[in-house]
T-cell receptor
Framework: DQQVKQNSPSLSVQEGRISILNCDYT??????FLWYKKYPAEGPTFLIS?????DKNEDGRFTVFLNKSAKHLSLHIVPSQPGDSAVYFC??????????????FGQGTILTVHP | NAGVTQTPKFQVLKTGQSMTLQCAQD?????MSWYRQDPGMGLRLIHY???????DQGEVPNGYNVSRSTTEDFPLRLLSAAPSQTSVYFC????????????FGPGTRLTVT
């Protein structure tokens, strides 16, 4: 049972436009959400996170929105740059005790930004 | 700081062989985890540790063993390799709370023939 889902395997965007990556989750115990970026042959790198007590978190060109009632989050990249081309993973965490060591990942979305 | 390091980068095993994937971090993080990445599956948690001497199973633990004797090191052992264990393996570490972001190593690409 996939608890975190990224239903779009790929997204293609023109340089300078907005990229919107989506993620849905089913586990109500998740209270912290993260986005990671991954280039080929490298490990994932942390981008931005959001706690369930917030509905928006912004860091430069990256903004994450959380809709708890819909169990949905999205990552907005504005403006998109060719260097943003990578695989983006959504991840979720359920807090408390040993659970801090566990992240549940979505399948990933391949973002391609065309010059 | 070197961050999270993993060795080897690549490995080819024959079915039935055993090996240990090494992982080390120099950030004094209490939490460490092992994930595997397969096409279309995202990253799946194999085992994790919340401190020296404490480990627990993740989503896909079968065929793997771990131990954590020091804060810095968290090796992953394949007891008897199978073709289904062909994957890319990532080790990660974190402080756990309040910010739960995990920092990943560069990965080990394992092929079992």
């Amino acid at each position: 049972d996939q608890q975190v889902k990224q239903n779009s395997p790929s997204l293609s965007v023109q340089e300078g436009r907005i990229s919107i990556l989506n993620c849905d989750y089913t586990n109500s115990m998740f209270d912290y959400f993260l986005w990671y970026k991954k280039y080929p042959a490298e490990g994932p790198t942390f981008l931005i996170s959001i706690s369930s007590i917030k509905d928006k978190n912004e860091d430069g060109r990256f903004t994450v929105f959380l809709n708890k009632s819909a169990k949905h989050l999205s990552l907005h990249i504005v403006p998109s740059q060719p260097g943003d081309s990578a695989v983006y993973f959504c991840a979720a965490s359920a807090g408390g005790g040993t659970s801090y060591g566990k992240l549940t990942f979505g399948q990933g979305t391949i973002l391609t930004v065309h010059p | 700081n070197a961050g999270v390091t993993q060795t080897p980068k690549f490995q080819v095993l024959k079915t039935g062989q055993s090996m240990t994937l090494q992982c080390a971090q120099d950030m004094n993080h209490e939490y460490m985890s092992w994930y595997r990445q397969d096409p279309g599956m995202g990253l799946r948690l194999i085992h994790y540790s919340v401190g020296a001497g404490i480990t627990d199973q993740g989503e896909v633990p079968n065929g793997y063993n771990v131990s954590r004797s020091t804060t810095e090191d968290f090796p992953l052992r394949l007891l008897s390799a199978a073709p289904s264990q062909t994957s890319v393996y990532f080790c990660a570490s974190s402080i756990g709370t309040p910010n739960r972001e995990q920092y990943f190593g560069p990965g080990t690409r394992l092929t079992v023939t």
